[in-house]
């Protein structure tokens, strides 16, 4: 039985345990929650609503139990059997985000088919037994390149993301019209699974202009949305991300004692939803992985979220919660992948590239196998809230292939002369004002800039490369330049030669997925780079953005055997061969140092030997019985095989 819905006072115990401590009020899940799901309820009447200090639906008292699962992070093929896991261990909703950068990668170009296809996902969850709450943003977070936003966005230089300024609230006013139609017909009313849509995310800790909500609020009601409008905040950015006539919901970032008076103040005893719990934090390349405890200053807070560590067991403090009447979105449910470029970056205290996992220590695992805390979990739904048990997928087979090796390259240097015609310029260009993508620029991958040098001495770049940069002179690699390195020095005695090449290869990798810096987000060289203290002019820039359509370009058979002293940016081709029934895997990078790999063109994401992250994710619909092509960019020195193994290996 889960005690409801009335609080009527906060306390402290002697525990320190911040509880909820007067109720009014009963309901059984048994009677409600079972019996509120899609398919059960054919004649709708009124959808998600704020009664007192509960929520209802269709009248009847309802529990949010929900989790985030990102459609774009987990292969289509993959997608019923996540949802129905999420479904199998008790929850009742799934959470989504729409990332805009995804759906209109270049301007005017929509994509919404294959694994962009956020309708069929809805569809889905609808005939899982889960009602949906959509985020589409334009701004979603999510630890996504830029938030979330397109990069195209950035080729206006007095661009102001996440507010009114025009040329921004044209660009959401066009990209609205396409996709909330879209969602429309997903609404509850219309017999969808839809209940509750989230307008924008975290702006109070953003929230450079005071009109902007308002005006998102309005873009999405105009064009049809009527559920719930839902914000989320963070404890102490709740009153400047407040809307009227919307809920505020909290984001577990620095919760106290005051989150609760502020929630009050704001809209009285209505039920609280605590939107974003996490069990850990993203990794980033090159640090130590974080651990549950990552977040010890929030258990301080509020110690009954104590049961999101990573234990075998659902602690006694979830009750409480529970008995507390609090709804929850569990993020992540199953993190999945950071397939491709999308992963973003953080800014601690220094710029932080994250990992292609996000398995984020969801209660399933980036491959979407089961963990413990998933069956804890389950548990105590069935046990103490009276959730029955539903049927549970079995887990997915994977496979340890035969490593393969990769017999044939082609160094970089040597693809050049068949790559689109380089742009011509006397100063830099930035990644998103590349004349490419008719229009749009490029968002992510390399960019390749070459200009004549007549002497050697110091190479600075002042901050204007970003993110990381090889130097070479011609083909000879001369040292890095990033975020902490800012200068080289090019020896005088390589410049042996009249008009040396000077060639700089500068990755994005992951612009600001938050913060107040986003605008700031041009990627490549961004300004001028220095020789001597005076500014390098002529310059040649090739766009290397590693897509499907560079992978597949005309080549002529240009392969050749591997050298295995070969050192430098180089692409590696390999055969994995197999039978019928191609099952998920791990791809192993042993001996290799830093890149990307792509299997029937599809890109996995990068690695880099600095870890913690040492596999990458092969689901096995992206494999095929026979021959698959795997493509390897490797930027400095390759191994000599590529190997598999059927467990994940993420560094914790």
């Known amino acids: 039985m889960l005690t409801l819905l009335r609080p009527v ?114 569809a889905m969850a609808s005939e899982a037994g889960l009602w949906v709450i959509l985020c589409p943003g334009p701004y979603v977070g999510g630890d996504l390149d830029l938030g979330g936003l397109p990069s195209w966005l950035l080729r206006d230089p007095k661009m102001k993301l996440r507010t009114t300024y025009k040329g921004f609230t044209k660009a959401v006013n066009h990209y609205f019209d396409k996709i909330i139609p879209m969602i429309v017909q997903l609404q509850y009313a219309k017999g969808g699974p839809i209940i509750a849509v989230q307008v924008e995310n975290e702006y109070g800790s953003y929230h450079q202009d005071k009109r902007y909500l308002k005006y998102i609020k309005k873009a999405l009601v105009t064009r049809g949305i009527k559920v719930l409008l839902m914000t989320g905040d963070d404890g102490e950015a709740l009153t400047r991300g407040h809307l009227t006539q919307a809920l505020s919901t909290v984001h577990m970032r620095h919760i106290k004692k005051e989150t609760y008076d502020t929630l009050f103040s704001l809209q009285g005893r209505s039920p609280i939803l605590m939107m974003v719990y996490t069990a850990r934090s993203l990794d980033g390349w090159g640090t130590a992985p974080h651990f549950a405890d990552s977040h010890s200053e929030y258990f301080l807070a509020l110690p009954f979220i104590l049961f999101l560590l990573p234990t075998c067991s659902v602690k006694e403090e979830v009750r409480e919660m529970f008995n507390a009447s609090f709804s929850l979105n569990f993020y992540m449910f199953h993190g999945g992948t950071n397939f491709g470029f999308m992963g973003g970056s953080a800014s601690l205290d220094n710029y932080l590239p994250m990992i292609t996992s996000y398995d984020y220590g969801a209660l399933l695992t980036e ?68 004349s490419v993508n008719q229009g749009s620029g490029q968002s992510s991958g390399y960019v390749l800039y070459e200009t004549m040098i007549i002497s050697g001495g110091l190479l600075t770049t002042k901050g204007h490369l970003q993110d990381r940069g090889q130097v070479f002179v011609d083909d000879i690699y001369i040292g890095i330049l990033d975020h902490s390195t800012n200068h080289l020095t090019i020896p005088t005695k390589m410049v042996y030669k009249n008009n040396p090449t000077l060639r700089i290869l500068v990755e994005n990798q992951g612009r600001l997925a938050y913060g107040q810096n986003i605008n700031k987000e041009r990627k490549g060289l961004i300004g001028d780079i220095y020789l001597n203290n005076s500014p390098l002019r002529k310059f040649k820039i090739y766009s290397l953005d590693m897509k499907t359509k560079f992978l597949r370009r005309d080549l002529p058979n240009i392969w050749k055997p591997v050298v295995f002293k070969h050192q430098g940016p180089a692409f590696f081709l390999g055969i994995l061969r197999m039978g019928n029934y191609p099952r998920d895997t791990f791809i192993k990078m042993e001996g290799w140092t830093k890149g990307v790999i792509f299997i029937n063109g599809q890109n996995l994401g990068r690695y880099w030997n600095i870890g913690p992250q040492e596999t990458l994710y092969l689901p096995g619909p992206w494999l095929r019985p026979g021959s698959n092509e795997i493509i390897v960019f490797e930027e400095f020195k390759p191994g000599l095989q590529i190997h598999f193994t059927n467990m994940s290996h993420l560094g914790y």
């Open 367 to 434: 491959n979407g196998e089961y963990t413990p805390e998933y069956f804890s979990y389950q548990d105590f739904f069935s046990f103490s809230l009276g959730i029955p048990k539903h049927p549970q997928p079995d887990s997915i087979p994977k496979a340890t292939y035969k490593s393969v090796i990769t017999p044939y390259y082609i160094s970089l240097w040597d693809v050049m002369p068949y790559l689109e015609e380089p742009i011509s310029s006397v100063k830099p260009i930035c990644m998103e004002k590349l």
């Open 9 to 122: 006072g906060i306390l402290y115990l002697s525990s320190g345990l911040l509880v909820l401590a007067q109720f009014r009020g009963h309901f059984s899940p048994r009677m409600n929650q079972i019996f509120l799901t899609p398919s059960r309820m054919i004649n709708r009447g009124v959808g998600l609503k704020v009664e007192g200090s509960s929520f209802t639906l269709d009248g009847s008292p309802f529990l949010i139990i929900a989790g985030t699962i990102h459609y774009f992070r987990v292969p289509r093929e993959y997608w019923r059997d996540r949802l129905q896991k999420l479904k199998a261990c008790g929850f009742n909703t799934v959470t989504t985000h729409i990332p805009w950068n995804l759906h209109e990668p270049r301007k005017g170009w929509f994509y919404f088919t294959a694994n962009l296809d956020f309708v069929t996902f809805v």
